[in-house]
């Protein structure tokens, strides 16, 4: 076997493609796909330490897997943190979160502006086993500082968010939960360390769903929860092992690959966004764009700070429209209208996507709920890819000038 430890200090971009785990006796320069169920022991006795944790060494694929430790070493280098741990899915390291920190009677302080699964989550599942949630402004830091209790254990954020991308106070946020004793999750999956690193401003736990820019092709289902050593292998780890919610080795490499372009994609992707944004804030048949990287959005100068100067890749925007009737017709409209644009709402692709939140990735949630999130039947979520800006302004045109 190979080894060549890494330096350290080494730029994220190098990490992006160099860090993982040493090849095997094989040498390959490629990182190798290890698709297998069970590992062989050398002997009972070993077998033994490994499946009791006192000897390192895999054993069982829901439990750890060479490409899935890849995976999560490369993460975990890109975000800053000392480790990560895979899941099947973004919702799914939610999940493993929330299991892994929370029990019956503690408190947890999250945005009402998250994504719909992740207020469901919160709202109805958790809540079925005791925990309470507040869920809050995302950008009034007095509105979080005053709704901590006694019983708080974790806030938890995603910034920009989904789709009205409103930016939170990450330090801000992270020094309300240390001063009550609780932990800062941030959803990273917008802007991704290629942009942000929430770790730097103070974030304990970093979440992600590999499936978006991780990925960058739209290809898998992945997610993963970076963050201490400690609370990875003494929290999460061991329910890795009970609630089966690992991220599958393939999945996991394909993502593994795409991490090695990520910075030159969301440079580009978050280009392509920024002149589309501008581009829609001059339409006559657009009520509001939502996108930090433009000057009108209220949150421009902590996004700019907090994001390396950059937008990133999503933006939404709001059809003219008189109430919510004519507004989901307008919307459906410039929607259908598109001959580029795929009509998906997954996210973070090369192609770029577009689709109707209010019915889409929050149509699970009340009427009451989407008002709350400012999701109006109007609105269009569009995630920039690496079309020519041109096309994307004359497909958005195609539907935009034809409203009647």
């Not at 169920?37 to 006795?45: E, I, K, V």
């Not at 430790?69 to 975000?79: C, D, G, Q, S, V």
């Not at 992740?118 to 830091?141: H, P, R």
């Not at 990875?232 to 061991?238: G, H, L, M, S, V």
Request: charged residues 20%.
């Amino acid at each position: 076997m190979i080894k060549k430890q890494l330096p350290d200090g080494l730029h994220i971009d190098t990490l992006a493609v160099r860090a993982g785990i040493d090849p095997s006796q094989y040498g390959e320069n490629s990182e190798a796909l290890y698709l297998t169920s069970g590992f062989l022991q050398p002997d009972a006795a070993t077998a033994a330490r490994r499946f009791a944790g006192t000897e390192e060494g895999f054993t069982y694929g829901r439990t750890s897997n060479p490409t899935v430790t890849a995976f999560e070493n490369r993460l975990a280098a890109l975000e800053g943190t000392e480790a990560a741990i895979g899941a099947s899915s973004g919702m799914g390291a939610i999940l493993m979160m929330g299991m892994g920190l929370l029990k019956a009677g503690d408190h947890v302080i999250c945005s009402r502006s998250m994504f719909g699964s992740t207020i469901n989550l919160f709202a109805k599942e958790f809540a079925k086993f005791g925990v309470q949630t507040s869920f809050l402004s995302q950008t009034d830091v007095a509105e979080w500082r005053a709704a901590v209790k006694p019983t708080t254990r974790l806030l938890f954020a995603e910034t920009p968010t989904n789709p009205l991308t409103d930016v939170c106070d990450i330090q801000a946020l992270a020094d309300i939960a240390h001063n009550a004793g609780a932990l800062l999750a941030v959803d990273n999956c917008f802007c991704s360390p290629a942009l942000q690193r929430p770790v730097e401003l103070g974030a304990d736990l970093i979440i992600h769903s590999g499936t978006k820019f991780l990925d960058g092709q739209g290809r898998v289902m992945a997610g993963a929860v970076c963050g201490p050593r400690s609370i990875i292998d003494d929290k999460f780890a061991p329910l890795i092992r009970s609630a089966g919610v690992n991220l599958s080795p393939f999945n996991a490499w394909v993502v593994l690959k795409g991490m090695e372009t990520l910075r030159i994609r969301m440079e580009a992707q978050s280009a392509n966004a920024l002149a589309l944004a501008q581009w829609l804030e001059a339409q006559p048949q657009v009520a509001r764009v939502y996108y930090p990287g433009l000057t009108s959005h209220p949150q421009h100068a902590l996004a700019m700070r907090q994001q390396s100067g950059v937008g990133g890749a999503v933006l939404s925007f709001d059809v003219r429209a008189n109430g919510p009737q004519e507004g989901r017709a307008r919307a459906f409209h410039v929607i259908d209208s598109t001959r580029v644009c795929s009509i998906t709402a997954n996210l973070g692709d090369t192609k770029t996507t577009i689709t109707h939140p209010a019915s889409t990735s929050h149509g699970r949630l009340t009427e009451a709920q989407r008002q709350a999130a400012g999701i109006g039947q109007g609105l269009i979520r569009v995630a920039v890819g690496l079309e020519h800006i041109d096309d994307l302004k004359n497909d958005l045109a195609r539907g935009l000038d034809t409203l009647s």
